[in-house]
Each structure stands twice: as C-alpha cells, then as structure tokens.
C-alpha cells in the first residue's frame, strides 16, 4: 500500500510540475502574443504615417509641377510674341529697303 501510494504521489508531483510547465508556456506565448500585437499596431502606426508623409510629398511635387509647367507657358508666349515682333520688324524693314531703293532707282 504504501509502494502504491508513493507511486500515487509521484504521479500527482509529475503531474503537477507538467501542469506548471504547461501553465508557464502558456505565459510565455501569451507574452509573445501580446508583443507581436503592440508590434503589428506599431507598424500600422508607421505605415499610416508614412502614407500621410508620401502623400504630402506628393501633393507638394504636382504643385511644383504645375507651377514649372505654367512657367513654362508663359516663356513660350513670350518666345511667340518675340518671334511676332521680329517678323513685324524684319516684314517693315524690307518695306522699308525696297522703298528706299526704289527711290533711289527713280532719282539715278
């Protein structure tokens, strides 16, 4: 009886340091568990943020954009509007020289 009861009590004492080895993994995962959480947040947190910032870049770049095209059609209008006057200036220069010579044909 009293082998039978000392094997009673190492199985109970097994079965209790399992229990407690079982209960002490569970922790630890739990622990895990809880810190992946916090990072997969963190990283959520990070991401949305990062979103927000490329977004305000690119928003300031199609700005920059806009603004360089716009400069860019104003310096082409005014190349259009040089291009006009020298045409107008070169056209009343010719008018010019060819009334010159022919005066200058009808008084030789």
Known sequence: AEARLAAEMTTLHAAQSAIAAAQSTEAQLQATLTELQGTI???????????????????????????????????????????????????????????ARERYEAAA
């Open 41 to 99: 947040e963190s990283l959520r947190s990070e991401a949305a943020a990062a979103r927000k910032d490329a977004a305000a870049t690119v928003a300031e770049r199609e700005t920059r954009i806009a603004a360089l095209e716009a400069t860019i059609a104003r310096l082409e209008a005014a190349q259009l509007e040089q291009r006009a006057a020298g045409a107008a200036e070169l056209t009343a220069a010719r008018e010019a020289a060819a009334e």
